[in-house]
C-alpha cells in the first residue's frame, strides 16, 4: 500500500508520526489520537455547533431564495433593517458594526441600495469622511415587502414550537453570541 508523507502532529506537548495511507479515509490509527474517534463523532457539543451554522445558512438561503424573485436579498434586507431600526445619525460603519460585516463589504451593499433609490447617504455635518445613512420611501417600502415574505416563513419555520421553547432558544443563543463578542472569556475570567 503506497503511503503519503511523514505526517507530525502535536499531541500533548509530543510529536506523534503516523504514515497516513494514500486513501480517501486515511489510516483508522489517526482516530482516537489525532482525531476524535470515528463512533463518537460528533459529540453532541460538536454536534449542537453544525447544526446552528447549517441552521443559519440553509436559513439565509431560504430567505434569499424567497427575495430574489422581488430583487432583494438577505443581506439587502439586513442592511435595510439595520439603518431603520437605527438612531437617526447613524453612520455607516454603524451599521456594518451591527450587521458584524466589514465596512467594504457594506460599501458594495450600500452602492446597490442607493443607486436603487432606496438608501440615501448623507454628509455628517460635523465629520465628512462619515455619511448618515437613512431608507428613503421607496426603501421603506420595499423593507416592509421583505418582512412579510419572512415573517410568512418564520411562521412556517415555528410553527407548533411553544413560546417558551423560543425564548430559552433566544436566552442560549444570546449567551453564545456575548461569548463569542467577548473572546470567549468566562465567567469570572479576567
Keep these: 500500500m503506497a503511503c503519503a508523507p511523514l505526517w507530525r502532529h502535536a499531541i500533548g506537548g509530543q510529536a506523534l508520526a ?3 495511507p494514500d486513501t480517501p479515509h486515511g ?3 489517526v482516530y482516537g489520537t489525532m482525531l476524535p474517534d470515528r463512533e463518537t463523532y460528533p459529540d453532541p457539543e460538536l454536534s449542537l455547533t453544525i447544526r446552528i451554522v447549517m ?3 440553509r436559513w439565509r438561503a431560504l430567505i434569499d431564495e424567497q427575495l430574489r424573485d422581488k430583487g432583494h436579498s438577505a443581506s439587502r434586507m439586513e442592511a435595510m433593517a439595520s439603518i431603520a431600526y437605527s438612531a437617526a445619525g447613524t453612520t455607516q460603519i454603524q451599521v456594518a458594526k451591527r450587521i458584524g460585516i466589514e465596512g467594504p463589504t457594506l460599501t458594495r451593499t450600500l452602492d446597490m441600495l442607493e443607486a436603487d433609490g432606496l438608501v440615501e447617504r448623507l454628509p455628517d455635518p460635523r465629520d465628512r469622511r462619515n455619511k448618515h445613512m437613512r431608507l428613503t420611501r421607496a426603501g421603506y417600502e420595499a423593507l416592509a415587502e421583505m418582512f ?4 410568512r416563513l418564520r411562521k412556517q419555520l415555528l410553527s407548533g414550537v411553544p413560546g417558551s421553547e423560543i425564548a430559552g432558544a433566544n436566552r442560549f443563543l444570546e449567551l453564545l453570541i456575548d461569548r463569542i463578542e467577548s473572546g470567549m472569556c468566562e465567567p469570572g475570567d479576567s
Design 55 to 57: 441552521a443559519g445558512r
Design 148 to 151: 412579510e415574505i419572512t415573517t
Design 18 to 20: 503516523t504514515n497516513l
Design 27 to 29: 489510516d483508522d490509527a
